[in-house]
């Protein structure tokens, strides 16, 4: 069993910036590989930013340059990730959804961003 706790979400303007964090719990015993996908309305969900137990990232073309992830393995936040969002664009609007890799994926509840002036 594994729980989440995301945060972060909101509103912003157009250019703004937002920080998404989300912290797995439960039956984890390592760290594992986390990351970000988002789902806007009326449309699929999307990969955003993924990020290794290394620390090697990857993300999606539409998000590179302003977005980025980062995680904290330390004992006391083993398994947290986070969401730097800059220069934030309307269609940036979405539920973002933060996940884990334990052989397969596990989901966190969802935080809406929504960028409109």
């Known amino acids: 069993q594994v729980q989440f706790v995301e945060s972060g979400g909101g509103l912003v303007q157009p250019g703004g910036s937002l920080r998404l964090s989300c912290a797995a719990s439960g039956r984890i015993f390592r760290i594992y590989d986390m990351g970000w996908h988002r789902q806007a309305p009326g449309k699929q969900r999307e990969f955003v930013a993924t990020i290794t137990a290394g620390g090697n990232t990857n993300y999606a073309d539409s998000v590179k340059g302003r977005f980025t992830i980062s995680r904290d393995n330390g004992d006391n936040a083993k398994n947290t990730v986070y969401l730097q969002m800059n220069s934030l664009k309307p269609e940036d609007t979405a539920v973002y959804y933060c996940?884990?890799?334990?052989?397969?994926?596990?989901w966190g509840q969802g935080t809406q961003v929504t960028v409109s002036s």
């Open positions: 996940y884990i890799l334990i052989r397969s994926a596990y």
